[in-house]
């Protein structure tokens, strides 16, 4: 079946912009977290939802950073006036239930911030 | 100090040999713990859970020393195949054993197998 799916697969930018990245988890997973990988790093959690609520926001870096998941489905992370340091890979990831360990990632967006 | 910790490698091994990598984690209320393994440019895919007992899944083994707060992969055998970045991997638990969601992973470890 289908899985994790994520797009744009990449995305260039320039400082300031703004930027939206989309993930469509596998259907039927309830629970959906974007993930941020710098280069030669492992992924560093960001925000974690269950169903269309955030349960867990804490790893947002800041307050530039943002996402939604108004139908309990799709979910967008939006990263307002980028910086640099904004580059790297953001994957998502789903799994069936609520906080299951198994946790299916999706192919990521490679972020450039020029 | 990081919350995951790992040895970054590289490490380049002969096809045949065997290989273990070791990683700690400095939060003890982890309680969930697996070993992810990353290609070149791809997502993260599971490799196996790690058991408080140790557990084995053909080639790899994997143990767990909570007192310690220290995980173990070790592959035997190695094939060409097995070069991959290998991610340790730790989750809380709420009580009840319901499992939190969020993953914290290491830096991962590099392993290349050479003919």
């Known amino acids: 079946g289908a899985g994790v799916s994520q797009t744009p697969s990449n995305k260039v930018t320039e400082k300031g912009k703004y930027v939206e990245l989309r993930c469509d988890p596998i259907?039927?997973?309830?629970?959906l977290y974007w993930y941020r990988q710098s280069l030669g790093q492992g992924p560093e959690f960001l925000i974690y939802?269950?169903?269309?609520?955030?349960?867990?926001d804490s790893g947002l870096p800041n307050d530039r950073f943002f996402a939604v998941r108004p139908e309990g489905s799709v979910s967008t992370l939006k990263i307002q006036r980028t910086e640099r340091g904004d580059s790297a890979v953001y994957l998502c990831?789903?799994?069936?239930?609520?906080?299951?360990?198994?946790?299916?990632f999706g192919p990521g967006t490679r972020l450039t911030v020029l | 100090r990081k919350e995951v910790e790992q040895d970054p490698g590289p490490f380049n091994v002969p096809e045949g040999a065997t290989v273990a990598f070791n990683c700690t984690y400095s939060?003890?209320?982890?309680?969930?713990f697996f070993w992810y393994r990353q290609d070149c440019r791809k997502e993260p895919k599971l490799l196996m859970s790690v058991y408080s007992s140790g557990n084995e899944d053909g080639r790899f083994t994997a143990q767990l020393n909570r007192a310690s707060q220290y995980i173990s992969l070790l592959i035997r055998d190695s094939k060409l195949s097995d070069s991959a970045t290998y991610l340790c991997?730790?989750?809380?638990?709420?009580?009840?054993?319901?499992?939190?969601?969020?993953?914290?992973f290491g830096q991962g470890t590099i392993l290349t197998v050479h003919p």
């Open positions: 990831a789903s799994s069936p239930v609520s906080g299951a360990d198994t946790q299916y």
């Open positions: 939802f269950q169903g269309t609520g955030a349960a867990d």
């Open positions: 991997v730790v989750s809380p638990r709420f009580a009840g054993g319901t499992s939190y969601g969020k993953l914290t």
């Open positions: 939060n003890s209320a982890s309680q969930s």
């Open positions: 259907s039927g997973h309830t629970a």
